[in-house]
């Protein structure tokens, strides 16, 4: 892995890129569980179905580059909803490697009913991966490649997340940290350090490869007496004109 240059669907099929994905599934899973609504939105990472969990019985899967999973493609920055019509966004690794992060940010705050929900998953530069990253770039200045994650995108971190979710008036619900072992790209060394993860997050917990955020978006001034919608309101720019022929919306189950 180091003498190739990988974007993340490639590396996440990688043994450090399947421990990851193990931590998130678990993390995703509990976090959206008990959101409810009607319409919930994945944006980005068709390897994480983060959405499994959820009993909305609309739930679509959004990328900005084609792929298989993908029910549509659309600029995470433009994204084809009219505003307040969704009730939960997930962005796994999304404001990474879309092009304007923070416009992203805006947009699923502009899409989000009041008291809807995002979840957010990022790499943290500050974590052992984050280091060996920055190292890696100051080896490639050298013309070598070493890096341990993907080098396409920008690693967002954890306070600049939140700091931006408080600015488009979200209420932080919860955040923390996971991934402790070090940036081994074997399985049996990642193995052997498994015992980091308990330990990391007892001892350093804000130093973990990936941190995990939730909030819920918040209107001041409006107060919210019935928050029931009708099941059978439509919207009127669903995704559906932008589909691909083998998708359409997930039914919940």
């Known amino acids: 892995m180091a003498d190739q240059i990988i974007g993340l669907h490639e590396w996440m099929a990688t ?70 019509s969704l009730d939960l966004v997930v962005l796994p690794h999304a404001l990474e490697l879309t092009a304007d992060p923070h416009a992203a940010l805006s947009e699923v705050a502009r899409v989000l009913v009041p008291e809807g929900r995002v979840v957010i998953c990022g790499f943290n530069p500050m974590s052992l991966w984050g280091f060996r990253q920055q190292r890696a770039h100051l080896y490639r200045r050298l013309g070598v490649n070493r890096f341990f994650l993907p080098q396409a995108g920008e690693f967002i971190g954890y306070l600049r997340c939140r700091d931006w979710l408080r600015l488009l008036s979200f209420e932080i619900e919860s955040g923390h940290f996971g991934c402790y072992r070090p940036a081994f790209a074997s399985e049996p060394w990642l193995q052997r350090f498994a015992w980091m993860d308990q330990a990391g997050a007892r001892w350093w917990p804000f130093f973990g490869a990936v941190y995990f955020l939730a909030a819920v978006k918040r209107v001041r001034g409006m107060t919210l007496l019935n928050p029931a919608r009708k099941s059978a309101r439509l919207l009127p720019n669903a995704p559906v004109s932008i589909a691909n022929s083998s998708g359409s919306s997930k039914s919940g189950a």
Do not use: I
């Open 15 to 84: 043994p450090p890129g399947a421990y990851l994905l193990a931590w998130e599934r678990a993390q995703m899973a509990a976090a959206v569980a008990d959101v409810f609504g009607f319409h919930a939105l994945q944006l980005g990472l068709p390897e994480l179905d983060a959405l499994a969990t959820n009993r909305m019985p609309h739930r679509w899967l959004a990328t900005e580059t084609p792929h298989e999973k993908a029910v549509f493609l659309t600029d995470f920055a433009a994204l084809p909803f009219p505003a307040n």
